[in-house]
């Protein structure tokens, strides 16, 4: 029985668990602390046939009104430093350890001060800005796959943009190692405040959203062909494509995932129709 896994809740609301804020229901909703209790459950889902996902902080994601399998939240979030290299569980939140990397004078992870995602789910995505991503630092991953704990080296592990062959393969990040370089502080405490000023002007960050919606295309940006379409400002439901960055759709009110998906929908549509461009997604919509 499911019930074995004592932090099981059923019915459970995700709303606080992604950063649209939308309500979304899921049949079970599980809390492991512990990977040996991970991979028992990992081996009891499979072998029940029931569907599954794992959530980082619900930062990539557009959830569905209903989700008919087991959400599983990790809460593995220890720090190790040993000299310039990090452990990190992925449970810790990348902005949280971008400022303290920096505080103790180690560059590699300052660009990500304002991305609010797990070190799990920005591994998977390889996450990045400004020019940087994740994988630029990282050396070494530990997951668990096909019920088997395992490390994977950089060379191991095939990455680009906003992508990386982990995704959509049974893997389940749990820790990851990244190689940091000794610097000077105030440089990284300089570069992060004139980031979070720059984001802080040009991203809607007073609504609940989960950041950029489509990848950019090859030397151009997703957001400036959707404001020349003249999409910004675009209501669907209580769903809006931000005045502020036309690349962010906003919970304006009370938006549901319905909401959310005809506006990328419309985006799509208007864009190639207009460009003969396709977007592709950045954001995942959960089925
Ligand atoms: C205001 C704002 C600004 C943002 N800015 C940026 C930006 O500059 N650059 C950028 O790249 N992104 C940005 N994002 C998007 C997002 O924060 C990142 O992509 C982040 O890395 C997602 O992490 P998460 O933990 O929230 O993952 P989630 O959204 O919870 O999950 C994303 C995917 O990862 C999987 N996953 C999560 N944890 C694990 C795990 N431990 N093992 C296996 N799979 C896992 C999930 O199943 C899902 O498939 C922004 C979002 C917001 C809201």
Redesign the pocket.
Known sequence: MINKFSSLKENFNLKNY??YRIDSICKYFILINDITILKELIKYLKDNKLKY?????????ILPSYYNGVVIK?DLKKVKYNGNIVEAE??CM?NKLANETALKSLKGLEW?S????????????????YGNELFDSIIKIE?LKDNKFMTLGKNDIKYSY?YTA??NNN????KVYFQLEKTNKEELLSLIRERTEK?LST?P?NYS????VFRNPVDDSAGRLIEEAGLKGKIIGGAKISDIHAN?IINYNNATNEDIIKLINLIKKTIYQKYQIKLIL???I?L
């Open positions: 992604n950063t996902f794992v959530i980082g902080n619900g930062s990539n994601i990790l992925s449970s990348l990500a304002g991305i609010p995602g797990t070190i799990g789910g920005a591994t998977i995505i390889n996450a990045g800005c997951i906003r982990l995704k893997i389940i990040v749990l984001r991203q960050l959203s989960a950041g950029s962010f950045e954001q995942e959960i």
